[in-house]
């Protein structure tokens, strides 16, 4: 049983640890239906969480559910690795979302975010980004966030 950030035990988070680890090395072995780095994706988001607070539970249908303010927050993660299936990865993420409000213990009042890693959408081998300081590589990544946006992926295409 791990003993973590906030107290958290779960022998949930233990599992998505042993399937992130079981990825391959270097991305380009990723298979479409095995990739620990899509484990590692959640655990990266999950962190993101607990490290302002907040009681992660892996345990849950959702890829991770947050405890908040009274309220629970549903999050599914998607590593998005090819631009023709983005638009159907996010509908079916934004359908998985819906679905876990339905069954939530107060539909009307849960909510949920999409998170999505766009790296290799917009960066094919992934590449790094160089730059010349903080500022500028904050521009450029800004800058590939942009490009992704502006592809098209706008709410209409999607739903």
Avoid: W
């Avoid at 479409?32 to 345990?59: M, P, Q």
């Avoid at 509908?91 to 998985?96: N, R, S, V």
């Avoid at 819906?98 to 998170?115: C, D, F, M, N, W």
């Amino acid at each position: 049983m791990y003993e973590g950030l906030n107290g958290l035990t779960d022998t949930s988070l233990v599992a998505r640890l042993k399937k992130a680890v079981k990825g391959q090395e270097l991305y380009v072995h990723d298979s479409e239906n095995c990739s620990g780095r899509d484990f590692s994706f959640e655990l990266d988001i999950a962190a993101k969480f607990a490290k302002t607070g907040y009681k992660v539970d892996f345990g849950h249908d959702a890829d991770l559910m947050i405890h908040m303010d009274g309220g629970t927050f549903f999050v599914e993660c998607k590593r998005l690795k090819s631009t023709r299936k983005v638009n159907r990865r996010i509908k079916d993420g934004l359908k998985q979302l819906h679905q876990r409000y339905v069954k939530s213990e107060a539909p009307t009042s849960s909510r949920g975010i999409l998170a999505l890693s766009i790296g290799k959408t917009v960066n094919e081998r992934l590449g790094l980004l160089e730059a010349s300081n903080p500022q500028d590589l904050g521009n450029k990544a800004f800058a590939h966030n942009r490009a992704f946006i502006e592809k098209g992926l706008t709410p209409n295409k999607i739903l």
